[in-house]
């Protein structure tokens, strides 16, 4: 199986995962030759990519980390909870995360353990779900980044649970924002950008009236945007002054931003954001933690096609366990040529060669269909 964007997906290609809801309903099933509805179909879903299989790549099988009952429960869990929030004051908000707190508690404790009982990079990618709300799913994803990062730098397991409650609740202040600008498709006016900006200080208030909550997971929501520089929000903190938990949140926020579908841009490739955490390191993010997350995360998941340095083009096939930009590649192409047999690349071995380019187009002429 390879990945292809949605944008680029032709009639006739055939889906080599299942599309799922939330609800565990599928709506594309494996092995459906795709047409021009299905097409619309997963754009109206803002689904940016799918696997396609084809007879050259159908050995390449991309493992999900986490399994399909776990994640929707987990979602199921968050929209539900966030959902009861709504129109509350501020006391109530807080009453409604009280009694989810120990299913909440629960939930970090599954999650942690799915992430420790896999040696591969952890990717999010392979999975192919529609969710009928953004703010769930990201959610779910800035927990599970936050916690791969938080499991590689070796922290404690208490605070690795206070992490990932941090985490889950990070955004939690954004169910007072209403959605007419929250998911505005056009640029937000400068009125509309300071009212998103208040949930941060929204959600450390609901959150610090939780009393069997840790104050730090208050923390977490209040200080995710803030920058090593105090170009953040909301109070401007600087290095030191910030949270390391609420550092880690930060870089995983903004990559699981990036490479999601939104109404007023496209998904990133994971490569692209990567560098985008990179350009702010020092600056911005703190480097120790966009190291970890560099060892922790797929950059290049298992499917997609890459060009190298030296002419060659292939598909990632495996992944090299802490060397997340150097995995091994399925080649099949070399100046534009197809080549008559393919053989491996494993890149760890090979520091001559790097990895230039993703391609998440499709070509049909350069690829058999199965």
């Known amino acids: 199986m390879r990945i292809v964007q949605t944008a680029y997906l032709p009639s006739g290609a055939i889906l080599g995962k299942s599309i799922v809801d939330m609800q565990g309903r599928t709506l594309l099933h494996k092995g459906v030759q795709i047409t021009d ?15 396609i299989d084809d007879s050259d790549t159908s050995h390449i099988v991309p493992e ?60 999010i990618i392979s999975d192919i ?48 924002v209403p959605e007419e600008i929250l998911f505005k498709p056009g640029k937000l006016l400068e009125e509309e950008f300071q009212i998103i900006k208040r949930h941060s200080e929204e959600g450390f208030n609901i959150l610090r009236q939780v009393h069997n909550l840790s104050l730090l997971v208050a923390h977490c929501a209040y200080q995710h945007h803030e920058r090593l520089d105090g170009s953040g929000y909301p109070r401007g903190l600087k290095n030191n002054e910030i949270l390391y938990m609420a550092k880690i949140i930060a870089v995983a926020d903004v990559f699981d931003a990036v490479t999601s579908n939104r109404v007023y841009r496209e998904a990133m490739l994971p490569s692209e954001a990567l560098e985008l955490l990179y350009a702010g390191a020092g600056t911005k993010f703190d480097v120790e933690i966009v190291d ?54 494993d890149l760890k071995h090979q520091f001559d060669v790097t990895v230039i380019k993703c391609d998440t187009t499709f070509k049909q002429d350069a690829m058999k269909l199965s």
């Open 64 to 123: 999900d980390i986490i399994p399909d009952k776990l994640r929707r429960g987990a979602i199921g869990t968050i929209k539900q909870t966030f959902e009861k929030m709504q129109g509350e004051i501020h006391q109530s908000k807080s009453m409604v995360i009280e009694n989810a707190a120990i299913t909440m508690s629960k939930l970090v404790d599954q999650l942690t353990e799915e992430l420790k009982g896999h040696d591969d990079l952890f990717h």
């Open 37 to 51: 509805w299905h097409i619309k179909r997963m754009q109206k879903y803002n689904i940016p990519y799918v696997y």
């Open 292 to 345: 970890a997350f560099k060892r922790a995360v797929a950059i290049y998941p298992i499917g997609i096609t890459v060009e190298l340095s030296d002419g060659r083009k292939g598909i990632v096939s495996r992944q090299n366990t802490g060397y997340s930009d150097r995995p091994v590649i399925e080649v099949y192409e070399r100046n534009g040529e197809s080549l008559p047999f393919r053989y491996e690349v």
């Open 129 to 176: 779900y529609t969710f009928d709300h953004y703010i769930f799913n990201h959610s779910l994803n800035v927990a599970l980044y936050s916690l791969a990062i938080g499991l590689e730098l070796k922290l404690k397991p208490d605070v690795l649970k206070t992490l990932g409650l941090g985490s889950i609740l990070h955004d939690v202040g954004k169910m007072a």
